[in-house]
């Protein structure tokens, strides 16, 4: 919350000084009406009236400044925290454990925003705190036992603010937790609505995505109870406390010890004075806030993928991954796995489901770290690369790619380098992409907005994204998923002729992958079982029983 407050600048600087302007305007009107009364009393108070209108209308100043400041500071803080939070997510991509999209978006949009007040809603509530104990020493100036009256009470008040935080705090947490489930649960129907359409189970759906609604009202419930019981309260508390404090200074000047503007000054100084009431309300805010804060912190705590410096020596490619173990959810996927990939060659990665092949790809792609253990490209230790030089040379092929960019040229370019037209439209041969995308209004122009793809195309337009960038090694992920017999072929040929030379890593689920392959490496309970030409490996019936049930 500091971090963001201070991203605010000068608009925090303004309020602050806003805030304080309008606590010393509070604090020296009942002391100029006071003095005003008496001077009319006297005959003589046009002076002190005057007055009075000059701080009437300072504070109407200072109360202006002060929304302004707080819009700007509220706007800048939470517009530096969405930024702040989209980047650091982006950037700890292979980071394992995200928030879902949903649960991002929550977090993005009411976390930040609440946590974004924290910087108004803490100078507002010492602007009201300020005042409120000012008037009690006021209270002391005027006459000692006005202030001892006052003070009474508050001991009762500051348990009642104490059992507020508590209750609310736990409150408002809940509630946001709640909120991120069902936004959460939101988004995966609405990325699956033709699916659940298709199924006919919109109804269980919408009850699973409502699932946490009763939550989300007993915490909302809880929070407004907590709210209530504080306001009705101060609403017996803090009366009572006037009419005490009314009731001595009644005393005190029929005793002759204070003047009529004293009292005046007095009824108005308790009513400032209870104003501390006022953190009430202000400690539900700095609640939400904080709450708003530690989700965002939740992401913003990760730690951002760290490169190097070094560059790639030349090189064929060679890969290898030393006593390599990565544990997901306690368990060891992959466990001290030891490989040496020659470079150029065409490797296939094999393996009945959670044997831990597209974490393999994932790891020589630095798309995930090791928990132990290293990957090394020519010698080099993945970590210590400069990023351009990582991303230069090692493209990655997804099962499910993602396509940005405004077009269709722009989503085949999409990278941290971007080719020319020209090896685009080769990489979209190659990928057997470039006969539908120029079947398209704009061609390879054609806004992406405006392109319905089947789930073909788009794997054909990832892996031409995944060609037009490649360089040693690339690394392909099971991307023949929902290709036909034919394209896959294609692609098979592409792997063996136009990309031959580089180190190519291919996740396969299909024989002939794996027969088209120079090497196979065979994973099986976290380790590498055996490593060789699919010739060889074919003659175990463990091998072979990896590819039961898959097409040829």
Wanted: hydrophobic share 50%; aromatic share 4%.
């Amino acid at each position: 919350m500091a971090r963001a407050a201070r991203r605010s600048g000068r608009s925090l600087a303004f309020l602050a000084l806003a805030s304080v302007a309008m606590a010393a305007a509070e604090l020296a009107l009942p002391a100029v009406l006071g003095r005003a009364m008496d001077g009319v009393i006297a005959g003589d108070g046009a002076r002190w009236v005057a007055l009075s209108a000059v701080l009437v209308a300072w504070l109407a100043a200072a109360d202006a400044g002060d929304d302004v400041a707080t819009g700007a500071v509220t706007a800048r803080a939470t517009a530096w925290l969405r930024r702040s939070l989209l980047q650091r997510f982006l950037s700890s991509g292979h980071a394992e454990g995200r928030a879902p999209a949903g649960d991002l978006a929550a977090r993005m949009v009411g976390g930040a925003a609440s946590a974004g007040r924290a910087a108004p809603d803490t100078i507002r509530a010492l602007a009201n705190a300020a005042p409120a104990l000012g008037a009690v020493v006021a209270l002391a100036v005027i006459d000692p036992w006005l202030c001892v009256a006052f003070l009474a009470g508050l001991p009762v008040l500051a348990l009642l603010l104490r059992s507020f935080v508590r209750d609310a705090s736990e409150a408002v947490a809940g509630y946001l937790e709640a909120q991120a489930q069902i936004a959460s649960r939101l988004v995966d129907a609405v990325a699956g609505a033709r699916t659940v359409a298709a199924a006919g189970t919109s109804d269980r759906e919408v009850r699973r995505i409502l699932a946490p609604l009763p939550a989300l009202r007993r915490f909302g419930m809880g929070t407004w109870r907590a709210q209530v019981r504080l306001a009705a309260q101060d609403a017996l508390l803090l009366p009572l406390l006037e009419v005490v404090v009314l009731g001595v200074a009644g005393v005190e000047l029929s005793g002759g010890r204070i003047t009529p503007g004293a009292v005046l000054a007095a009824s108005q100084y308790v009513r400032l004075a209870s104003a501390i009431g006022a953190v009430g309300n202000a400690s539900a805010k700095l609640v939400r806030a904080r709450a708003g804060a530690e989700r965002v912190a939740g992401v913003l705590d990760r730690q951002a993928i760290a490169y190097g410096s070094e560059a790639l020596p030349p090189g064929p490619g060679r890969l290898q991954f030393r006593h390599v173990t990565v544990h997901r959810g306690g368990a060891a996927v992959l466990d001290r796995l030891s490989l040496d990939l020659p470079g150029g060659r065409l490797v296939a990665v094999v393996g009945r489901s959670g044997s831990g092949k597209s974490l393999l790809a994932a790891l020589a792609a630095r798309l995930a770290d090791p928990d132990e253990g290293a990957v090394l490209l020519d010698g080099v230790a993945l970590p210590q690369l400069s990023r351009e030089a990582l991303r230069r040379e090692v493209a990655y092929g997804f099962e499910r790619p993602a396509l940005l960019g405004d077009t269709v040229a722009d989503a085949v370019a999409f990278g941290s380098f971007r080719p020319s037209r020209p090896e685009v439209v080769a990489a979209s041969v190659a990928a057997r992409a470039d006969g539908f995308v120029r079947r398209l209004p704009d061609s390879y122009d054609t806004a992406m907005e405006a392109v319905r793809l089947s789930g073909g195309e788009v794997q054909r337009l990832g892996l031409a994204r995944t060609f037009a960038h490649a360089g040693r090694l690339v690394v392909l992920d099971d991307v023949a998923a929902n290709l036909d017999t034919a394209t896959e072929h294609r692609i098979g040929q592409v792997l063996t002729g136009t990309l031959g030379g580089r180190t190519r890593l291919v996740v396969a689920h299909r024989t002939a992958t794996a027969a088209r392959a120079d090497l196979v490496v065979w994973l099986d309970g976290g380790r590498a079982r055996a490593v060789g030409a699919h010739a060889e490996l074919w003659a175990d019936a463990g091998y072979r029983a990896v590819f039961a049930g898959t097409p040829g």
